[in-house]
């Protein structure tokens, strides 16, 4: 009942111009994922598709856990 594990290719860019820290996760040639931004002590995550918004308390942990929402609920 398990799945076959598949390699997930994501790029993340920074986005400029804004009035804090935020960064846009895509999957080249494809879509986007979300976007994460910095909200001064935590980084506010928000898929594309569904809107949904996580939180999470450093930059990597939030790629993850958009990586692993959209893995199990997106894709």
Known sequence: ??????????????RKGLSHPAWEV???????IGVIENMSTRFRVTTSKDKH???????????NDLLSYFALHEK
């Open 26 to 32: 895509v999957i080249p040639g494809k879509q986007t």
């Open 53 to 63: 918004t996580l939180y999470s308390k450093s930059l990597e942990s939030a790629i």
């Open 1 to 14: 009942m398990s799945k076959r594990l598949n390699n997930i290719e994501v790029e993340v860019n920074e």
